[in-house]
């Protein structure tokens, strides 16, 4: 079994509140105001500069909808640049793939009314 001293904690800590607020495509303004913490508070933990709290901790992980030990999970994951512009993309597909079907579908209809 392997340990982790605290400045991979930290490090951990800060990464992974910062992708998770990313990913929300929330500011540090936002997420600090939904955990009722300053600003610059949530700035020095993301920048490793500041310790958090237990009650913060748990204050952040449910602001970020997910567990407490999730924060201090190494992840590999891709850039939120990509995650957003591959959002991006499928919402653009989803929408045009709406489109497509309703056309389809009142074409159909303009048919069955023919028929009848």
Do not use: H
């Amino acid at each position: 079994m392997s340990y982790i001293d605290e400045t991979g904690l930290r490090k951990l800590l800060s990464q992974n509140i910062k992708l998770y607020r990313q990913r929300k495509g929330w500011s540090q303004a936002k997420l600090a105001e939904e955990v009722e913490i300053s600003t610059n508070y949530l700035s020095d933990i993301e920048r490793r500069k500041g310790w958090v709290s237990p009650f913060s901790l748990a204050k952040l992980a449910n602001a970020l909808d997910v567990e407490v030990f999730e924060l201090f999970k190494p992840e590999e994951t891709a850039p939120p640049e990509l995650i957003n512009t591959v959002n991006k993309c499928l919402d653009d597909f989803s929408a045009s793939l709406r489109v497509s079907f309703d056309k389809a579908l009142k074409d159909s209809q303009k048919k069955i009314r023919k028929s009848l």
